[in-house]
Structures are given as C-alpha cells and as structure tokens.
C-alpha cells in the first residue's frame, strides 16, 4: 500500500515537470546572461545602501535590503547549480545531502522572499500613514525590528525541518524537475504538507501584496492633494513608487503561477496547462534577477551620482581651439 502510495506521488510528481520546449543550451545562455547581468548590480544596489548611512538608517530600507541578501544567497549558490545542470544537458546526478541543500535553498529562500515582501507592504502603510507607530525606540523594536528579524528566520527554520526531515514514506524517492534540475523535497509530494504550505506561504502572501499595494495606492491618491506641496508627499511618492515597481515584477512573474495553483486547489485539471506551468516555473527567477535593478532604479541618491558623473565627464572635455593663421607668415 505505501510503496503504491509512494508511486503515485512520484508519477505525480513527475507529470508537472516533463518538458520545457527550451532545449538546454539555450536555457544555459538564458540564465547564464541574466546570471552575469544581474549579480553585479545586486552587489552594486547593496553597497548603495550599506555604504551610505542615510539610506542604511532608514526604516522603510530595511526589508529591502534583506530581500536583496536573499536575492545574493541565489544568485550565488542556486542559480550557478542550474546554470551547470544546463550545461551537462540535464545528465547531472548529485548525491543525496547535497540535493537537499539545492533544494533547500531554492524552495526555502524563494517563499522566503515573497513572505517578506509580503510584509513590506504593510509595514510601508505603517511608515506612510501611521508613522507614530514608530516614533519611539520601543514602538521601533516592537513593530519594525522584530517583524524583521522572526519573519525570516520563522521561514527559513520551517523549510529546514521541511526539506531536510526523512520522511519515511518517500525515504528513497528522487524526483529531479527537468525545468531547473532542482530535487523536489520530499514534503512536495505529500499533498496534504504540500496544500498547507502553498496556502501559508504562497497564496496568502500574494493576496496580502496586491490587497495591500492596491489599497497603498489609493490611500495615496486620497491624500495627494492635501498633501502635493509638501516634502513629505515627495517622500511618500517614492516609497510608493518603490513598492509599486516590485510589485509589477512580481505581478509579471509569480502571480499567473500562484493563480494556477490556486486553480488547482480548487480541483480544475491542469493537465492541458503543463507546458504554460513549466515556463512559469523557468521565467519565475527573473523575480530575483530584476529586483535589485527595480531597487536600483528608486534609489533616491542614484539620479544624483549619476547627474553628478554625467557632469564631470562634461567637464573633462577640453575644448581645442582653432588655428588662427601667422599674419606675419610669408607665401
């Protein structure tokens, strides 16, 4: 009964991920670009923030700069692993700990990600609209500094005990994703731990993003013209501009996933939708490989180094002046 159990998850487990009408040298140069493109500008977009005190200080910068390490935890261990596999042409078999830390990493930082996110825009009403909130250093500790702090680890603790906890039921089953070559932890393919993971960490923290930058939004706009003349409108309007810049990246690139999951949990097939599942599943990274430019692009000092380099360089040109014939010369 439980090795039939077994199977049928397996098999399961397998349909999901069959083919990718990529063939893997082109998925290598895909991601390998982006790899090469985007990992300078997320260490770039860190030393903007960590060098410069102001912007190191400022409450509303905090979770993005986390989100930010977690982006860097990818870009440097999970992705070169799935960059190798498309360059072996799928043929890269691993031995038993280290697919569970590939795994680990790939399904512990991603939700990791999206819960934090998550987060972020509601504290971001909190900074906005109810900056008393935060004006003393306990309020601070309270509402900012431990929300920070539990939320990740809370995360990252859980998909720990999750992955890497010998499930006697599926002890000796790999099931490799031919998308992205990741092991699928055994936790996946237990549908009730499966259901009740996605629902927490997936569904629920999507929804908190759009209800709360949607309704970021519009408070925003309800207020703009009580407040369009002052500079703490101009700051507000770039704290939502930030927000609302990850969140269409994060509308493009995970939110059609989570919605046929949803749809799944719901008990409609989606048999007929497992090549558009797969390259969700393949094109759902660009979420880390354009946010550090998104950060990039919002920081609030970038326009002005680049105002002032775009001066120097300017300046730097020398001007030649024209040679004014010898009157005195003869012919």
Known sequence: MENNFT????????????????????????????????????????????SNRNLREALNNHLIILILLIDLVLETFLFPLIIHYYRLDGNWQVSRPFSKLWSYTNFGFFPTQTIVFAWCTIERHILIFHNHWVSTTKK?????????????????????????????????????????????????????????????????PILIIIIS????????????????????????RKLIIQVLSIFIIFGIFQFPWTILQLCSLFGLSLDSLQVTQNFMFFFDCYVVFLFPFVCLATLPEIEKKFQIFYFWRKQQRT???????????TY
């Open 7 to 50: 199977m049928n998850i397996t098999a399961k487990a397998s349909s999901a991920y069959e083919e990718l009408p990529i063939s893997y040298p082109v998925r290598f140069w895909i991601y390998l670009l982006s790899e090469v493109i985007s990992l300078p500008c997320c260490l770039f977009t860190l030393y903007q923030f960590l």
């Open 140 to 204: 601070r500790i309270l509402i900012h500094y431990i929300p920070l702090i539990v939320i990740p680890l809370y995360c990252l603790i859980y998909y720990a005990v999750s992955v890497f906890y010998s499930y006697s039921i599926c002890e000796y089953v790999d099931v490799q994703s031919t998308v992205v070559g990741i092991y699928l932890p055994c936790f996946i393919l237990i549908p009730i731990h499966f259901k009740v993971d996605l629902i927490l960490h997936q569904i629920i």
């Open 319 to 329: 001007i030649v002046p024209a040679q004014v014939p010898n009157q005195n010369e």
């Open 213 to 236: 930058t949607f309704a970021l939004f519009f408070r925003f706009l309800h207020q703009r013209v009580r407040m369009k003349q002052s500079l703490q409108w101009k700051k507000q």
